[in-house]
């Protein structure tokens, strides 16, 4: 992985640890094409819908591919609900996050830390800028 590439490439724990549940006017059973495909969920109440296979005792989104630790990807990466653009991975802008560490550690791999500062040219760099 190259110093640039996110963590959650090579991640996926969290679509593999939580129930992804949501609004359900977020799906593309409404007017707009860009929303979450309605084939990959399932409803929980009339108003809450959940990605398929988060709604289990051992989740798994259905539109996670690849091998958890090593290498995955979202299908629907462009369409993701709300819940998936707004987790952010540990020490992202410098800010922990204890659910990520939580999922990471369910799957055995080790919490992310904050990367040192390298000048600003690295857009995952986690650290806070130091002031002066």
């Known amino acids: 992985m190259s110093?640039?590439?996110?963590?959650?490439?090579?991640?996926?724990?969290?679509?593999a640890s939580f129930r992804v549940s949501f609004y359900w006017a977020e799906t593309d059973n409404t007017d707009n094409p860009n929303a979450v495909p309605?084939?990959?969920?399932?409803q929980l109440t009339p108003y809450r819908s959940c990605m398929q296979?988060?709604?289990s005792p051992t989740?798994?989104?259905t539109a996670l591919l690849g091998d958890i630790g090593n290498s995955?990807?979202?299908?629907?990466?462009?369409?993701r609900p709300s819940p998936c653009r707004e987790f952010p991975m540990a020490w992202?802008?410098?800010?922990?996050n204890p659910?990520?560490?939580?999922?990471r550690a369910r799957w055995g791999l080790p919490p992310l830390t904050p990367a040192?500062?390298?000048d600003g040219d690295n857009p995952f760099d986690r650290t806070p800028p130091k002031v002066a």
């Open 38 to 42: 309605v084939t990959l969920t399932e």
């Open 3 to 15: 110093t640039n590439e996110s963590p959650c490439l090579a991640c996926g724990a969290c679509c």
């Open 99 to 103: 659910d990520c560490d939580k999922a």
């Open 59 to 61: 989740p798994r989104c």
């Open 53 to 55: 296979g988060t709604n």
């Open 92 to 96: 992202e802008n410098g800010i922990a």
């Open 116 to 118: 040192p500062s390298h």
């Open 72 to 79: 995955v990807r979202c299908t629907i990466y462009e369409r």
